[in-house]
């Protein structure tokens, strides 16, 4: 995992953050064999989305990203998520 300090996550996870350069910031970065990927999915990472999420990972999805984006509402933190292949 790539390491971002914790109060750069806080802020991220609760919309807080302020400084340009962290408009795009990555908070975990796991690589993936991509040939093994059976399917990918995103979602944003907050309350209301929380379901999907749940439901995603209990689908046996694993999250391998998550960042903070920058669109024309402000920002939000997004969730990329795969489900890999069975053996």
């Known amino acids: ?14 919309g807080e ?11 975990a970065n796991f690589n993936l064999d991509l040939t093994q990927v059976a399917e990918f ?7 209301s989305w929380a379901p999907q999420i749940k439901a995603k990972l209990d689908e046996g999805f694993i999250a391998f990203r998550v960042q903070t984006e920058f669109g024309i509402n402000g920002h939000s933190t997004m969730i990329y998520m795969a489900k890999m292949k069975s053996n």
């Open 17 to 27: 953050l302020e400084n340009p350069d962290q408009l795009l910031t990555i908070l």
């Open 41 to 47: 999915w995103a979602g944003h990472l907050n309350d």
């Open 1 to 14: 995992m790539q390491g971002v300090p914790l109060e750069v996550i806080r802020q991220a996870l609760c």
